[in-house]
């Protein structure tokens, strides 16, 4: 049995009645719901608004506390950091920004919440399955598709949190520094950094509390990160399904069955029966495709302050954590690489996936003029002439309106930062 049969079997077995019912969705639900994100209120879920509204307010008062204290250890301790300890500091820096703004731009949104809530009851593909057998199809598609890409991004969080956390773990334990007398002049190496009140490099109870610590936190930042990313995936997924639909059905538009003898130069017409018939079929795509940009309007919305921010990290990241890499020395490498690949393929894979919005909303200019318009009537091909001009611009989601998510966006990015490590790399040389 292949998994598409498999996980469509499991669907009719269990009765799944909603999106919510999904296992991709239960593990989005899961994550969102632990960081507090999770549209409960909208949805009609049993919620305790008093521990939510803690919550939210914990999480933003703990990314704004570690900011703090990443930036408290530069300050105090900088002189004292070796390149790759303050490569480090840096990126946790950054990272603590990110999750900061994330949090301020989409926990505490309530455009956010009721997107995701129109998405679960209005415009996942599971409502528009039964429009037609070609509906079906690209809804079992994008289902897998999901499926399989919600574990993909699960298994990536979970082994870089883990990776992240357990290198340095390791190298504790390879240098023998958990042995009783086995520090000697040396310190405990950590995951993050940060000015704590208590003695986390050589006290062996400080330490212990940190690493738990640390791991919590790089979880919670795994979240704001991978866990979102998952969300605007799924977004993006129905998004290209829609449009699949949507020039499915044009370039299966009716055509006419009858023949004209009063013209010759287009031999088939549709009758008085069929122009009704046509009509209702360009009202009902054309209110389609306007709904999917409406929905993509709201995502650039509520989205696109924080993918600017999203692309602003990942070009400052990048050409710190290549230069990082550069030392190609086996403990840079190995703290920099694992995290330098995560990083760059968080950024490919997002990128490319909103592509597949654009890219398919190209086609629907060819579509709408497939469409039989020379055997309607007057009326009927002035609404063809005018769903054809509002089809001529491909439909994007744009980060704060400046620029469009995307492959071409990924690569100005990479391109930029190459460029500066480049620059960063003769400096270093040079002093």
Sequence with gaps: MNLRKFLFENEAVEGINSPADYLYTRILRF???????????????????????FMQYFYLILNIVT????????????????????????????????????????????????????FLTKTHLFYYKDRSKHAMEIHKKIHLISHLFSLWILFQMLS???????????????????????????????????????????????????????????????????????????????????????????????????????????????????LIEVAEKLKDCINYHREIKIFTNRMSDVFGPMLFIYYAFHQASGCLLLLECSQMTARALMRYLPLTIIML??????????????????????????????????????????????????????????????VTTMASILKTSLSYFTFLLSQTKEE
Aim: with cysteine; charged share 15%; aromatic share 14%.
């Design 31 to 53: 994550n969102l719901d632990f960081i507090r994100t999770w549209p409960r209120k909208e949805l009609g879920e049993p919620e305790n608004l008093a521990f939510t509204v």
């Design 67 to 118: 900011v703090m204290g990443s930036t408290s250890y530069i300050v105090v301790r900088g002189s004292e950091l070796s390149f790759i300890e303050a490569g480090l500091m840096y990126l946790i820096f950054l990272i603590g920004i990110v999750d900061t703004l994330t949090v301020v731009c989409l926990t505490f949104s309530e455009k956010f919440r009721v997107l995701a809530k129109d």
């Design 160 to 274: 870089g949190l883990s990776l992240f956390n357990i290198i340095p773990m390791y190298s504790n334990l390879a240098a023998g520094k958990y042995r009783k007398g086995g520090l000697q002049n040396s310190t405990f190496e950590h995951s993050l950094y940060y000015l704590y009140p208590f003695n986390t490099s050589t006290d062996i109870t400080g330490y212990i509390i940190a690493c738990i610590l640390h791991w919590i936190i790089s979880y919670l930042c795994s979240c704001w990160f991978c866990i979102i990313n998952l969300f605007l995936s799924l977004l993006v997924f129905n998004l290209w399904g829609h449009f699949k639909i949507l020039i499915s059905t044009l370039n299966e538009f009716p055509r006419p069955s009858s023949k004209s003898v009063d013209t010759q130069e287009s031999p088939y017409k549709y009758t008085e029966e069929e």
């Design 345 to 406: 393929q968080q950024l490919i894979q997002l990128s490319v996936i909103f592509e597949l919005v654009g890219t398919e909303s190209e086609k629907l200019k060819d579509a709408v003029y497939g469409v039989p318009w020379d055997c309607m009537d007057t009326k009927n091909r002035k609404v063809v002439m005018f769903f054809l001009m509002n089809v001529q611009e491909p439909v994007h989601v744009k980060a704060m309106g400046l620029a469009n998510v995307g």
